[in-house]
């Protein structure tokens, strides 16, 4: 009867994952350039796959967000595949976050202070505020081209370890240049987080959790009956 307990454990757990990994995409549902987690139970299960234990793997869903304008000279967003490269300090990281400023130094920075980097590496520096940024990633300060934005493919999306809520390190994967980028300037891309989605997988989730105590209600039932058994047979 060990098992029940083994079954029911596994459940109750991965539906605490599973409700911990919606809630957090419901909470990063404003953050622009976040991308969805998913239980890696869900992708399992259109395999025909049930191992409950599985559910507790988290993977991140790239698919692209709604590119929203904001006419905000600043803020870049990438149409299709691809993550800016910005400086954290001494780290390099990815991002499709486009929300950047300029810094006193003219620095193009995040919110978090990550400066965005122009191809061939080296902070991207601005002299005035008043540059063109072209689809191609090429910037234009008074018609003349000054620096180019490259953006990143990963070999492996999956390999990339998150930094925060939307940006990432190389982690195992190789990143590699995008021969044709598209960004878009005065636009940002939102969260690609769909509350109807979250919604479906709490309630999964809840319905997960009662099978869990069921289960465990059931173990209780049985070993009360054999207490009891035993002690009519003395």
């Given amino acids: 009867m060990s098992g029940l307990v083994e079954a029911a454990t596994a459940i109750l757990g991965a539906s605490e994952k599973r409700l ?11 953050t622009p350039g976040f991308k969805r987690q998913i239980g890696f139970a869900d992708l399992l299960q259109s395999s025909g796959e049930r191992d409950p234990a599985l559910a507790i793997g988290i993977h991140r869903n790239f ?3 709604k590119l929203s304008e904001t006419r905000n000279p600043f803020d870049l967003a990438i149409s299709g595949a691809g993550f800016f490269q910005l400086r954290a300090g001494d780290r390099i990281l990815y991002s499709r976050q486009g929300q950047f400023s300029l810094s006193a130094e003219g620095r193009l920075v995040t919110p978090q202070g990550y ?25 234009l300060d008074d018609g003349r081209p000054i620096a180019r934005i490259e953006l ?13 809520e939307s940006c990432f390190s190389a982690g195992a994967a190789r990143m590699e240049p995008i021969a044709d980028p598209v960004i878009r300037q005065g636009m940002v891309e939102s969260s690609n987080v769909e509350l109807g989605d979250e919604m479906v997988s709490m309630m999964t989730a809840l319905r997960q959790s009662e099978s869990g105590a069921k289960l465990m209600q059931t173990y209780d039932d049985l070993i009360g009956r054999v207490m009891s058994s035993l002690g009519q047979t003395r």
């Avoid at 911990?20 to 404003?30: D, K, T």
């Avoid at 990143?152 to 925060?164: C, I, Y």
């Fill in 152 to 164: 990143f493919s990963a070999s492996d999306a999956n390999a990339l370890s998150p930094v925060g």
């Fill in 20 to 30: 911990e990994i919606a809630a957090h995409n419901v909470a990063n549902i404003s």
């Fill in 63 to 65: 698919a692209q967000g």
């Fill in 115 to 139: 400066v965005l980097q122009q191809q061939g590496g080296g902070d991207l520096v601005l002299d005035r505020a008043g540059a063109t940024i072209t689809q191609d990633g090429t910037v």
